[in-house]
């Protein structure tokens, strides 16, 4: 990272990924990474994916059917954690395998045009008002519409400088969102909406832990303004469960924890029949593809972790607005020089 992201659960200084590579017989490749947040879980995650290549081998290109056969694997053990991630790896490079067989994009697989301008937001990694404030002017000159920030100070009078701060950078039109990154009780995070709905943000996001759908839909009830939830859903079962509970007003699962492409598919599904406009986080390349075929969607996170290591795959980014890279597949080609800079033994 050229930078860190400055959240309330401390500072995101590094960026450890696997990169996945899956080869069919007839010489093409998958390819997918997926980031463990911190270095302690990258060498099991790692592991854990090499040892499910003699599950793979010989069987048909089939995502679906070779997910199943996997999560068959680890149904005792559950699908949360290295596991699900491991098991997304799979099923992302699987798919990215099987629309490079076709010559297509994944989005055109998924059933997009694949050139849709998709609206994205600008993810600030700063912590203070001048930080953040500097890095949402830049934004706004770039072209987005949106800026998302990182909240959670230990002070409410604090975050309202910080959110004031960057509305005088960025402007009256510029959308703002918040995301607490789980920081607050519940009662606290009911204390503070009633606060931050006067200042006219988007969405406040993960006020509360991130399972407790209950509580947040205590705070959603609360709020005027919408709550925002789902990059921590590990799988779709979890989405349904935090719909049901009416526990936020938008969702936002990620590629890695929902489940890979199949899993986003399944909860794409789930977020139109619920009515609950759906966004991304991180994995702008997945994302992106997935994004476009997704009826309801809402807006894709800007925050390219992986543009270091790759020679292609990274979407356009155009005033504001994204789109996919045309494949085939994702789109992904390591830049193998950098990989090997960056990989650790």
């Keep these: 990272m050229t930078r860190p992201v400055q959240t309330a659960a401390g500072p995101v200084s590094s960026a450890p990924m696997v990169l996945v590579d899956i080869r069919t017989e007839e010489g093409v490749t998958g390819s997918a990474y997926v980031f463990t947040y911190n270095l302690i879980a990258l060498g099991p995650t790692a592991r854990l994916i090499a040892n499910l290549e003699p599950l793979l081998k010989g069987h048909p290109l089939a995502p679906v059917a070779l997910g199943q056969m996997l999560a068959a694997r680890f149904r005792l053990l559950g699908p949360q954690g290295l596991v699900g991630i491991a098991l997304a790896a799979v099923d992302m490079a699987l798919w990215d395998a099987h629309a490079r067989v076709l010559g297509t994009s994944l989005a055109r697989l998924l059933g ?14 700063g912590w203070t008002a001048d930080e953040l404030a500097e890095e949402a002017g830049l934004a706004v ?18 975050e309202v400088s910080v959110i004031r701060a960057v509305r005088d950078a960025a402007g009256d039109t510029t ?17 503070r909406a009633a606060v931050l709905d006067e200042l006219g943000l988007d969405w406040i996001e993960e006020p509360v832990r991130a399972d407790d759908y209950v509580g947040h839909a205590e705070v959603a009830r609360a709020s005027r303004t919408p709550i925002q939830v789902g990059e921590n859903y590990w799988g779709p079962h979890e989405m ?5 509970a009416g526990a936020s007003d938008l969702v936002m699962p990620e590629a890695m924890k929902i489940g890979g492409v199949t899993g986003w598919m399944q909860a794409a599904s789930l977020a139109a029949a619920a009515g609950r406009p759906i966004s991304s986080h991180i994995f702008v390349e997945f994302s992106s593809q997935l994004l476009a075929a997704t009826p309801g969607r809402d807006r894709i996170e800007w925050l390219d972790l992986a543009a270091p290591i790759l020679a292609a795959g990274t979407p356009k980014l155009d005033h504001g607005f994204v789109t996919p890279d045309p494949g085939p597949g994702a789109g992904l080609v390591w830049d193998e020089t950098a990989v090997t800079r960056f990989a650790l033994t």
């Design 175 to 191: 959308r703002i969102m918040v995301d607490y990154n789980q920081a607050l009780s519940v009662p606290e995070a009911v204390r």
């Design 141 to 158: 000159a770039d072209g987005f519409a949106a800026v998302k920030l990182k909240i959670g100070h230990p002070r409410l009078e604090d």
């Design 112 to 125: 997009a045009f694949g050139d849709e301008r998709l609206p994205a937001y600008a993810s600030l990694r």
């Design 240 to 244: 349904a469960r935090s719909l049901q």
